[in-house]
Structure formats: C-alpha cells, structure tokens
C-alpha cells in the first residue's frame, strides 16, 4: 500500500505546531523524524505537504522550523519564505496561533486521503455533510470539494470549457458564510470555474440561470471598451448553455443558483 503522507503530515503538523509555540524552538530532521517515525530522508515528502498547505492557505511557512543539524538552518526547499529574511519568517511563525485551529490534515488520522474522500463525494454527493464534519477545517474543506468538482466536471470550466487543471477552482453558488455545514462541500452548491470565471461570477458579472444559460451582466459590451480578449470570456457566453456534470445529482440546485441570481440580480438591471 502506498504511504500516506497526509497521515505523516497530520502527525508532523502537531510537532511543528508545538515547536512553534516555544520561543526559540527549532527541530532537526532527525528529531522530527524520530517523533514522528519517518526516515529523516523521506521528510521531505511530509514537509512538503505542509508547505503547500500554508502556501495554499496563506499561513506562515509553518516548515521554517525544521533545520538541518550542522548548522541550525532550514533546507531551501521548504522556507517558503524570502531567505533575506528567515527571522521574520521565524517571527511569523511562532506568534501564529497554531494550537487555536484544528490540525488541517485531521481526516488522515485515520488513514483517510483528500482524493478518497473527493473520490466518495463524487460517487455519493448525499455524504457532504459526514465528510464535511469529518474535514472541519476549511481550507481541507475547499480542497476536496475542488477535487470533487474536478471528477464531476470532468476538469473543466463550467462556463468556457477550459481545461487547465491548474487554473479551475471549486466556486461556491451559496457563499461559504452564508450557507449551512452540509452546503460547503454539496456539489450542488459548487461549480468547477476557471479563475477568470470565479472571480467574475463571485463578483457578479456572470450567473447561470435555472436552464443553465450563462448570463453575463452587459451583454451588448455597452459599458466601456472591450477588448477581443474580454469579449471571450464575457459577452461571447452570453445565452450559451453552461458545462454540466454528466451525473445530475451533481447539478446546482434551484436553492444554490436562485441564491446566486438573486443576490448579483440587481447588478443585471443597472446595465
Ligand atoms: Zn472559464
């Protein structure tokens, strides 16, 4: 069976996090390695899981921490952080309040993946609320939703049908605030945008009504100049039919779209 390094993370992540908490604290590969019972060479496996995940989530570069034993400095690979200024990194990291949000990798304790639970999501949307509770910290949360997403969309943009995978995101129809714990990881609540389309349809710009018809906000391109470029990915899907899962429990529902439609509704009549 193939390692689970978000399990080694889950465990590493509670090690760090209590390093952080010291004043000066600082742990060698071979210290962490030995708490937590990996080879200090494969750490570096672990520690990049963590690091993405504080990129991602834009917290201090938790893996800062770990240094090399010889001369108390971290490798390059996992500063995360400008290596001018390290202390400020340190800095940073150690006046987070690491111990005040659960450990992000908590569904892996018990051997759970991000891509088994996205992959269960995907197969029996009806677990959202479990998988939701079993996930609590948000940032987990929105990862496999957007794998969920990524499966259910088969990895395109639900308005334009592009296909980079780096570039879709899981967009939220009822935003993460205002909708229940069920909701934030309901595939009917989401869609698979590309990132000009998120921010778009976050702001507005773009919905998609109950037929799945795109509407863009100034169909005509009245306001201001457009350029070939902003016409593609705006006045140009206006009235075309949006990017549908295959599988139609995975489809927005009324509830998540009429909340959409009517919260940006009056940004459609003031052009
Ligand atoms: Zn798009």
Redesign the pocket.
């Known amino acids: 069976m193939a390692v689970n390094q978000e399990e080694r993370a889950y465990r590493a992540w509670n090690v760090l996090a209590a390093v952080a908490s010291k004043a000066s604290g600082l742990i060698t590969y071979g210290e962490l390695g030995a708490a937590i019972n990996v080879h200090p060479r494969a750490l570096r496996y672990v520690l990049g899981v963590i690091q993405a995940y504080c990129l991602d989530q834009k917290l201090p570069p938790l893996t800062i921490l770990v240094v090399n034993a010889q001369d108390q400095t971290p490798s390059s690979g996992f500063i995360a952080w400008d290596v001018d200024d390290l202390p400020e990194g340190l800095r940073k990291v150690r006046n987070y309040a690491w111990n005040e949000s659960e450990n992000p990798f908590l569904y892996a304790s018990q051997g759970e993946t991000e891509e088994a639970l996205a992959a269960e999501l995907d197969s029996d949307p009806g677990k959202a609320a479990d998988i939701y509770a079993q996930v609590k910290v948000r940032g987990t949360a929105q990862s496999i939703f957007r794998k969920a997403l990524l499966l259910a969309y088969q990895g395109r ?1 639900a ?4 296909t980079f995978e780096d570039a879709l995101q899981a967009a939220h129809l009822i935003e993460w605030n205002a909708c229940s714990p069920a909701q934030r990881m309901a595939t009917c609540n989401g869609l698979l ?2 990132a ?2 998120h921010r778009l349809f976050d702001w507005g710009y773009i919905t998609i009504a109950p037929d799945h018809t795109v509407y863009y906000i100034d169909p005509m391109g009245r306001d201001g100049k457009y350029s070939s470029a902003d016409s593609q ?1 705006s006045t140009a899907l206006h009235g075309k039919k949006a990017f549908m899962p295959k599988d139609r429990r995975h489809w927005p529902s009324a509830e998540c779209l009429g909340w959409h439609y009517k919260t940006h509704e009056w940004k459609l009549h003031a052009m």
């Not at 308005?159 to 592009?162: P, S």
């Open positions: 943009c308005i334009c049908g592009l945008l590309c000009t389309h990915v």
